[in-house]
């Protein structure tokens, strides 16, 4: 079920980051997109965590340790890697590539886990 959870939240912030230019052009539409960004980054953060710590439990009970370590050192990672895109496109582009740039991390993001979900049989 939790899988089912996650994929939603990742396929709802993909949708809000791509529309978010459109969100840009109005003051309360583009609160209203941040607020639903917002709102999907901070729910879905502690459950994938606790969903990577349950697999590594349940499938490599000797590496909790290990999997505890790299959840907090892959959550930094990503948060420079998209921290550096999101930098570039706007430099670039704009504020309107912003939301679009990020949407390919949460696109990218949304297909690994319905590929993992596939794999651990949880679809």
């Known amino acids: 079920m939790i899988y089912y959870k996650i994929i939603c939240f990742l396929a709802i912030q993909a949708v809000t980051l791509v529309t978010f230019p459109l969100f840009l052009q109005y003051q309360i539409l583009g ?3 941040v607020m639903i960004l917002g709102l999907t980054m901070y729910l879905n953060n502690s459950p994938i965590q606790l969903h990577f ?3 590594a ?3 490599y009970p000797q590496s909790i340790v290990i999997a505890s370590a790299f959840n907090s050192i892959f959550s ?5 890697l998209e ?4 930098g570039w496109s706007f430099e670039t582009f704009g504020l309107v590539s912003v939301g679009p740039t990020g949407a390919i991390f ?3 993001a949304l297909m690994v ?3 993992l979900s596939k794999s651990l049989n949880a679809i």
């Open 31 to 33: 609160v209203i997109g």
């Open 53 to 55: 710590m349950d697999i």
């Open 57 to 59: 439990e349940r499938e």
């Open 76 to 80: 930094n990672i990503g948060i420079a």
């Open 83 to 86: 921290s550096a895109a999101a």
């Open 106 to 108: 949460a696109i990218v």
């Open 113 to 115: 886990s319905i590929s």
